[in-house]
């Protein structure tokens, strides 16, 4: 056996020498090997007895490769001819012992795919610079057939200039479902649409927008919104002034200015005048004013006392009075509405008598007389 060995070493050595590469076998690792050095006695390339290959350099291959565990195939290489002048690396195992996932690698594309899925599960275009999971043919950047779900953190997109942010998370302020928008730009604010629930702090279970860490709109889930606060007591809640151009149904009050003179006041003219301290003026919108008044007025018998309502000098609604029977005192008063336009306006009341003299005397007898004037500004 030993002359055997020395015979094969004699001949390797003789075939190789003239291209300056020495085969030789050897023990230089523990076990019995074979060698291949060059002029300089380099190792090139060594298997020993233990199956095992090393290789210094690049190893070269026309057609396929194939690794095996055992009996089973577990990796397989392939390139030029086999595949179409592309890489295509097989892998197996598990669920795929016989059929392979693979990728494909070749000038201008390449995916990953599992043999049994249709399409491919990762797909690059090289030549267009897109990726695509779940398609081939993707349209941008990165196109994704299917759902996009993130356990932790966010999903960020941010332009080209660096400035604008969108991101989706579900556990910044205080855990609830946050889509974000942000700009770094000059001037630039954050915000966020929130989606809380009954653990989340000042949201609760609503969906806010907020800005930075002040929330300015919430929307209940049983419908009513807030704006300035997540806490709307009613369909809208407002925490502070509206202002609008218009509005749809029976009118939102804008103001109510009201007088009531304490001072005794009587007329004795038959023309009508103004009564003491009976007129408003006011800076309206173009509104409704709805006007009320009533004064306690006393009359002796036989007499008769009227009372009309002016805006602007022109009468409004209809004169209201009384007669008397016997001297007493009588409540006198009326109601108007009247439709008027933007700017100053002058509100006022104005009595007379046919014979004799009318009293109001709020305070010589303030439980028998008073008199007030109230006027309110509706917008629609």
């Keep these: 056996m030993k002359y055997r060995i020395l015979s094969i070493f004699f001949v390797l050595t ?3 020498t003239g291209a300056d590469i020495t085969a030789t076998l050897d023990s230089s690792d523990g076990s019995s090997g074979f060698s291949v050095r060059d002029s300089d006695n380099s190792e090139m390339l060594r298997i020993n007895s233990l199956g095992n290959l090393s290789l210094t350099g690049n190893l070269v291959m026309n057609g396929s490769a194939v690794y095996r565990n055992s009996d089973t195939q577990v990796l397989a290489l392939s390139g030029g001819a086999a595949s179409g002048s592309a890489a295509d690396i097989e892998l197996y195992g598990g669920s795929h012992a016989t059929v392979p996932g693979y990728m494909y690698l ?6 990953f795919r599992d043999a049994d899925a249709s399409p491919s599960m990762l797909f690059v275009d090289c030549a267009n610079a897109k990726v695509g999971i779940g398609t081939t ?7 994704v057939i299917g759902t996009i779900k993130a356990t932790s953190g966010s999903i960020v997109a941010i332009n080209s200039a660096g400035s604008s942010i969108i991101s989706a998370n579900t556990s910044l302020n205080g855990g609830v479902a946050q889509l974000y928008l942000g700009n770094t730009g000059p001037g630039g604010t954050n915000w966020a649409i929130n989606a809380g629930n009954n653990a989340t702090g000042v ?7 907020a800005e930075g860490v002040n929330y300015r709109l919430a929307v209940t889930q049983g419908g009513k919104v807030g704006i300035g606060t997540v806490n709307p007591s009613e369909a809208l809640s407002v925490a502070g002034t509206v202002e609008a151009t218009a509005f749809k149904g029976p009118g939102i009050i804008r103001q109510i200015m009201s007088v009531s003179p304490t001072a005794d006041t009587n007329t004795a003219s038959v023309p009508f005048v103004d009564m003491a301290g009976m007129s408003i003026t006011m800076s309206t919108g173009s509104s409704l004013l709805m006007i009320y008044w009533d004064a306690g007025i006393y009359l002796n018998t036989g007499n008769w006392v009227v009372t009309e309502c002016l805006v602007d000098g022109s009468r409004v609604g209809a004169a209201q009075g009384a007669y008397a029977t016997v001297a007493h005192v009588s409540p006198i008063g009326g109601t108007a509405i009247k439709s008027v336009a933007s700017g100053s306006h002058t509100i006022k009341v104005r009595w007379r ?3 004799g003299t009318a009293y109001n005397s709020p305070t010589s007898n303030p439980d028998h007389y008073g008199r007030t004037l109230t006027v309110m500004e509706i917008t629609q």
């Design 203 to 209: 949201l609760g279970n609503a969906l806010g927008i």
């Design 14 to 16: 003789v075939c190789l």
């Design 106 to 111: 070749d000038a201008s594309k390449h995916y």
């Design 137 to 143: 043919t993707p349209s941008a950047t990165l196109e």
């Design 353 to 355: 008598v046919d014979t």
